[in-house]
């Protein structure tokens, strides 16, 4: 079973930087893709970034220039780096993997995922 435990979130102004890191832990090794989503209050789950294991990264139009998903395997921990945020970026901000080896066109799908962490919440104030 993988495990994660997300954190990083807090609040911040519009302009400003936030680091979420997602530690992992369980059989990561089978993992193929790691990923980030968010909801925000009353929408849908949304796929921000996603990395896979040849280091493959995958951006929502949303964020493509402002975010940017790396990891760490000494560390088993994958990050997303936001810059630049926007009010619009408030959410709460879950961490994903899957052992699936989506092609990268459609792998920020929900459905495509099958272990998530608890979450962590972001808010950007204007």
């Known amino acids: 079973q993988v495990q994660f435990a997300e954190s990083g979130g807090g609040s911040v102004q519009a302009g400003g930087s936030l680091r979420l890191s997602c530690l992992t832990s369980?059989?990561?090794?089978?993992?193929?893709?790691m990923a980030w989503f968010r909801q925000a209050p009353g929408k849908e789950r949304e796929g921000v970034a996603a990395?896979?294991?040849?280091?493959?990264?995958r951006y929502a139009d949303s964020v493509k220039g402002r975010f940017t998903i790396f990891q760490d395997n000494t560390k088993n921990t994958v990050y997303l780096q936001m810059d630049s945020l926007k009010a619009e970026d408030t959410a709460m901000y879950y961490c994903a993997a899957t052992t699936q080896k989506w092609w990268i066109g459609i792998v920020l799908r929900e459905t495509n995922f099958e272990y998530w962490g608890q979450g962590t919440q972001v808010t950007v104030s204007s």
């Open positions: 369980g059989y990561s090794f089978s993992l193929s893709w």
């Open positions: 990395i896979d294991s040849n280091l493959s990264t």
